[in-house]
């Protein structure tokens, strides 16, 4: 499903610019245009869905498929062995912006402790 007013549907219909790392018949992966890491990726369904609240059974090998994506990119990217960090913000006080579901891959470096 494609939302027009939703800024990553349209990245994912590469209607707007974005640098894209990793794309399949289900899924995108770009960077983030304003990284908190050296590494700084953003995996999304090309599917519209507006958060975690919204995935059902349905979507479970979609997700499965999407961590799997996720493990390959950090390898990719050489942070498997270092390490890294997979960060699904959701709704207002999960930090959410952008209301398109997205998984962060952050890695790189040290990454603070804390996650709340
Ligand atoms: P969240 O707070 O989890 O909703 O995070 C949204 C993320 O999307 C932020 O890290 C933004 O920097 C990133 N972002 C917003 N617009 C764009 C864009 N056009 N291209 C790449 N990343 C974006
Ligand atoms: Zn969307």
Redesign the pocket.
Known sequence: MYHEDC??CQ?AQRK?P??IIYEDDKLVA???????APV?L?VIPKSHLGSLNDVTPEHESLIGHLLGVIRRLAQEFGVAETGYRV???TGAD??????HL?F?LLGGQALEARIG
């Open positions: 800024i990553f990245i707007i974005s640098e770009f960077k983030d245009i304003r990284p908190l700084h953003l960060v699904t913000n999960g930090g959410q912006v952008v209301g997205h962060h």
